[in-house]
Nanobody, 117 residues
Framework: VQFVESGGGLVQAGGSLRLSCAAS????????MAWFRQFAGNQRELVAI???????WYPDSVRGRFIISRDNAKNTVSLQMDSLKFEDTAVYYC????????????WGQGTRVTVSS
C-alpha cells in the first residue's frame, strides 16, 4: 500500500490550492478515501472523507471551503482548498480504509501547505 501526495505550497490567506494523492496497492474503488492534516507536534486531524459511493464528510473547520473528490479510473483523490486560512497551515496526508476498518498504517510523505497571513 502506498500513498503519494502532491500539490502543497505557499499561498496567501484567502487563496486556493489543490492537493492530489495517488494510491496503489488497494482496491481503490471499493475503499473510502480521506485527507488528514498534521500540525507541528500534534496528532493527525481528519479533514475530509469521500466514501466509496461518493458521499463526503467534512468537519466544521473546513466545511464549505474544502472539497474532496475521487477518480476511480486513475486511483487518485483530490482536495480542493479555497478561502485558505493561516490555521490551515499543516502537512496534509491521504489514506484509505475499507468500511469501518482502521486506516492503513502506510502514511506517505505528505505535502506541506503554508498559508501566510
Amino acid at each position: 500500500v502506498q500513498f503519494v501526495e502532491s500539490g502543497g505550497g505557499l499561498v496567501q490567506a484567502g487563496g486556493s490550492l489543490r492537493l492530489s494523492c495517488a494510491a496503489s496497492g488497494i482496491t481503490f474503488s471499493a475503499n473510502n478515501m480521506a485527507w488528514f492534516r498534521q500540525f507541528a507536534g500534534n496528532q493527525r486531524e481528519l479533514v475530509a472523507i469521500i466514501y466509496s459511493g461518493g458521499t463526503t464528510w467534512y468537519p466544521d473547520s473546513v466545511r464549505g471551503r474544502f472539497i474532496i473528490s475521487r477518480d476511480n479510473a486513475k486511483n487518485t483523490v483530490s482536495l480542493q482548498m479555497d478561502s485558505l486560512k493561516f490555521e490551515d497551515t499543516a502537512v496534509y496526508y491521504c489514506n484509505s480504509r475499507r468500511g469501518g476498518r482502521d486506516w492503513y498504517d502506510a502514511w506517505g510523505q505528505g505535502t506541506r501547505v503554508t498559508v501566510s497571513s
